[in-house]
């Protein structure tokens, strides 16, 4: 903290410097080129309604939060919201060790929510 507020008040004036410092600070603490071993693919298919199914390769002991809005990207206003989400009703699923988590979502003709499938396969 001492450190930025020294730099700040000593070579933060030079705009072209804190430009530079600026775009080194994002790439090392915000954007990670470090690749994740959980792979993810989606599927969706519309027939009579809509089945969107998520397949989660590889999840560590964790709890996956599903049903709900959680973005942990920044965002530059967060006083927007769409009425749905007020509305969702979220749940846990808790991977208890390395596993594969299928998860099967399925609309009706008109959009309305059917029940959601869950399935977890160990490694």
Avoid: W
Avoid at 5 to 29: A, M, P
Wanted: net charge positive; proline share 5%.
């Amino acid at each position: 903290m001492v450190g930025s507020r020294l730099f700040q008040l000593t070579l933060g004036c030079y705009s072209l410097l804190s430009r530079v410092v600026k775009n080194v600070l994002r790439d090392v603490v915000i954007k990670s080129d470090k690749k994740s071993a959980i792979r993810f693919v989606r599927d969706v298919v519309i027939n009579n309604g809509l089945t969107v199914t998520d397949v989660i390769v590889n999840v560590p002991p964790s709890k996956i939060l599903l049903g709900m809005k959680a973005s942990y990207n920044m965002v530059p206003s967060s006083k927007y919201f769409h009425p749905l989400e007020l509305a969702s009703q979220p749940f846990e699923l808790l991977v208890r060790e390395r596993s594969t988590v299928k998860i099967i979502r399925r609309f009706d003709n008109v959009g309305k929510s059917l029940p959601v499938e869950v399935q977890v396969t160990r490694k």
